[in-house]
């Protein structure tokens, strides 16, 4: 049976990863109608783990005898200056997620949850890996600066990362 302080937490974290995907569909939406359709493909599949992320968690709780409840959500955004505004939000947003996983796995110690602190391995090392995808990305979209040749071809890499099966 989960402690409620860390239950709470959890429900948390699932308004967060549907947050996420949200975030994640209204940055494809815009990418596709800027004409970025790989970018577009990348951030669809993006949005689309952040929601099995979210129902992981779901399935956990109530596994675990709690009850996980959807929360109201924040306004996505929808608007960006350029592609690389995009992925500078994206980074951002990662970099937020891992701090609250970090937050809910160092509650689950002080609880001394020690079975979520073992579920939450998975969501520590899924941070890890979205954010040297995403600092990847920036990289490039960094030495593209202006060249729009340079942005097309990310574009088209992004396009092959979104039609990859997913690692995990
Ligand atoms: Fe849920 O992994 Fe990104 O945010």
Not at 3 to 14: G, N, S, W
Not at 99 to 107: C, F, G, T, V
Not at 134 to 162: P, R, S, T, W
Request: aromatic share 8%; charged share 25%; hydrophobic share 40%.
């Amino acid at each position: 049976m989960l402690k409620k302080k860390v239950e709470d937490a959890l429900i948390e974290q699932i308004q967060l990863e549907e947050e996420s995907s949200r975030v994640y569909m209204a940055m494809a939406s815009w990418c596709e109608s800027n004409g970025f359709p790989g970018a577009a493909q990348f951030l669809y599949k993006h949005s689309d783990e952040e929601r099995m992320h979210q129902l992981k968690l779901i399935h956990y709780v109530n596994d675990r005898g709690g009850h996980a409840l959807l929360k109201p959500l924040a306004d996505p955004g929808n608007q960006y200056k350029s592609l690389k505004d995009v992925f500078d939000q994206v980074l951002k947003h990662e970099l937020h997620v891992t701090a609250s996983i970090n937050a809910l796995y160092d509650l689950t110690t002080r609880e001394k949850d020690f079975t979520t602190g073992q579920f939450l391995q998975w969501y520590i090392m899924e941070q890890i890996e979205e954010e040297s995808l995403v600092n990847g990305i920036l990289d490039k979209m960094n030495l593209a600066g202006d060249n729009k040749g340079g942005i097309f071809f990310i574009d088209k890499e992004l396009a092959a990362l979104g039609a990859a099966p997913e690692a995990t």
